[in-house]
């Protein structure tokens, strides 16, 4: 069992940034790729951006790459997301994810929602206009 814990959500005005952390616990963490997923009120979850068990691959939805950066300290048992030049559409409860890949490659990531195993609660993020 890995627990997850998400924090550094808050109120920003668009155009601000802002660094969402990942906690895990529970198990060791490098075994698992993770991903960051967001939902917005009346919306469905979707899929935000995803990291290898390395740390090496990463990739990004279409509506945050170029402005959203993830990243993982597998020493720290932390994974990060950097979001910069915030948008109002942004704003959605954001989720860390973990899917245990100790058998697949070191370099593969995972962006379907059902393809992870466990789930934190959410930080809320909010942007102004």
């Known amino acids: 069992q890995v627990q997850l814990v998400e924090s550094g959500g808050g109120l920003v005005q668009a155009g601000g940034s802002l660094r969402l952390s990942c906690a895990a616990s529970?198990?060791?963490?490098?075994?698992?790729?993770m991903g960051w997923f967001r939902q917005a009120p009346g919306k469905e979850r979707e899929f935000v951006a995803a990291?290898?068990?390395?740390?090496?691959?990463?990739y990004y939805a279409d509506s945050v790459k170029g402005r959203f950066a993830i990243s993982r300290d597998n020493a720290k048992n932390t994974m990060y997301l950097q979001m910069n030049s915030l948008k109002p559409e942004d704003t959605a409860l954001y989720s860390c994810?973990?899917?245990?890949?100790?058998?697949?490659?070191?370099?593969?990531?995972?962006?379907?929602?059902?393809?992870?195993?466990?789930w934190g609660q959410g930080t809320q993020v909010t942007v102004s206009s």
């Open positions: 990291i290898s068990r390395s740390g090496d691959s990463t």
């Open positions: 994810a973990a899917k245990w890949a100790g058998l697949y490659s070191s370099t593969i990531y995972f962006t379907a929602i059902r393809a992870y195993d466990y």
């Open positions: 529970g198990r060791t963490f490098s075994p698992y790729a």
